[in-house]
Every structure is written in structure tokens, then in C-alpha cells.
């Protein structure tokens, strides 16, 4: 880290910019670390939910830094995932949806919703008289403590990529690369 520093304050030294393009070049460089903490939170949270990288990604929010703004952030919605989205199929036993498997649930038509089909599982194993009809659940696919769990882990690393791509940046800006 502190090499990191010392290699960015002689490029700092060798190029000169204007305020300008200081700023672009240090947008650039929060995006670009954006980007990459976001890619290794996804990777880290796919593998942890057994959730497709893909359906996660779909998930997030990126905003990125500009001039006037020198900022970025990245957002994700935690809520739990239909089961339906991981391509739910039926069999004697139960739904399997990727790697899930839902043992007594069943794929009906929604009344309502995004999506038309959805997996449903029976909130009661008997005929309970104060439940009459048996209800059903939506089975879903919880994936809020292991997205904050990589969330975490990849938010360690944002200094060091933010250094890296800032020195990169700036060797870019100031023709040394």
C-alpha cells in the first residue's frame, strides 16, 4: 500500500495535468474500481448462494463517478429470488431450480406478479380446520447474508484497486504507457 503511494506520487510528479482532466482521469479510476469490486462481490456471492452470476448481476446498480461528481457507488437488491428464476423443473418428487431442490413443492400458473408461472409448497402438512383450503407459499431462494457477506469481503480491497487504477490511469493520461 505504501509502495503503491510512493509509485503514485512520482507519476504525479512526472505528469502534469489540468484540473480537468485530473478530474477525468480520477473518475476513470473510481469507476474502474467500481466495476471491479462489484464483479468480485458477484463472483464471491454466486458461489456462496449457488445462484447463477447472471440472475445476481441483474440485480445491481451501478452509478458511476463523473466530473462534476467524484463519487460512485454500486447498489444490489437483497430480497430473496423466485425459484422460478433459476429455471425451475418439476418431477415426482419435487421442483429443482439450479442447485436447489424443493422436496413437496409444485410449479402453478401466478394469479399475479411478473412472472406467469411460479413454485409454490404447502404452508401445512394436514388439512388444519383453522386453514381451511390448504395455503400456499412462494418458495424463494434467500440470498441477503451472503451478498453482505461478499459485500464485505470485497469492499477490503477497494483502497488497493483504487491506487492501482489510479496510477494505471494516470500513466495512460500522461503518455508513459
Same mark, same amino acid.
Do not use: M
Given at each position: 500500500m505504501i509502495e503503491a503511494i510512493r509509485e503514485l506520487e512520482e507519476i504525479a510528479g512526472l505528469v502534469e495535468l489540468s484540473e480537468k482532466r485530473a478530474k477525468q482521469v480520477i473518475a476513470r479510476a473510481i469507476n474502474d474500481t467500481m466495476k471491479s469490486i462489484r464483479h468480485q462481490m458477484l463472483q464471491v456471492a454466486s458461489g456462496m448462494t449457488d445462484v447463477m452470476y447472471k440472475i445476481l448481476r441483474e440485480r445491481t446498480h451501478l452509478i458511476k463517478a463523473n466530473v462534476k461528481n467524484l463519487e460512485g457507488d454500486h447498489s444490489m437488491i437483497i430480497l430473496s429470488i423466485p425459484a422460478i428464476l433459476l429455471g425451475a423443473r418439476q418431477n415426482a418428487s419435487g421442483v429443482k431450480a439450479g442447485k436447489h431442490f424443493f422436496?413437496?413443492?409444485?410449479?402453478?400458473?401466478?394469479?399475479?406478479?411478473?412472472?406467469?408461472?411460479?413454485?409454490?409448497?404447502? *404452508?401445512? &402438512?394436514?388439512? /388444519?380446520?383453522?386453514?381451511?383450503?390448504?395455503?400456499?407459499?412462494?418458495?424463494?431462494?434467500?440470498? *441477503?447474508?451472503?451478498?453482505? =457477506?461478499?459485500?464485505?469481503?470485497?469492499?477490503?480491497?477497494?483502497?488497493? &484497486?483504487?491506487?492501482? /487504477? =489510479?496510477?494505471?490511469?494516470? *500513466? =495512460?493520461a500522461g503518455g508513459l504507457l
Open positions: 422436496r413437496s413443492a409444485f410449479i402453478a400458473k401466478a394469479n399475479k406478479g411478473p412472472f406467469k408461472f411460479r413454485v409454490y409448497r404447502r *404452508k401445512y &402438512k394436514r388439512y /388444519n380446520p383453522e386453514h381451511p383450503g390448504y395455503p400456499i407459499e412462494d418458495v424463494r431462494i434467500p440470498i *441477503k447474508e451472503d451478498t453482505e =457477506l461478499a459485500h464485505a469481503y470485497a469492499e477490503r480491497q477497494v483502497d488497493e &484497486k483504487f491506487l492501482k /487504477n =489510479l496510477t494505471r490511469h494516470l *500513466k =495512460l
